[in-house]
């Protein structure tokens, strides 16, 4: 769960700006520009939501997560530990 109102904001407009570029480039390709062109509205795409990942990665590890480190419930934290290995193993595909 992301904790601070400033947090979620910033990742929003990650979102939103990922969003709008996505329309952009679905434009462009039914305009048929020019590739390159494409490709870097493409590009900063990819930067945005690389840009959200690691913002939500980092408020899970600073708040779900380190909640569950601190449990004596030994099966939620290597369940955790699973969810995170999951979502690196995805990321790095």
Known sequence: ????QSDKQKLLTNYKKANSLL???IEMTEN???CID?????????GL????HKQLMESHLNSC????MKTTN???KDEMIEEIL????????
């Open 49 to 52: 939501l690389k840009s959200a």
């Open 38 to 46: 494409i490709m870097q509205q493409n590009l900063a795409v990819i």
């Open 74 to 76: 030994e099966k939620r």
């Open 1 to 4: 769960m992301i904790q601070m």
């Open 32 to 34: 048929g520009e020019y």
């Open 65 to 68: 997560f380190k909640h569950a």
């Open 86 to 93: 999951k979502v690196t193993n995805l990321q790095n595909k």
């Open 23 to 25: 329309e952009k480039i």
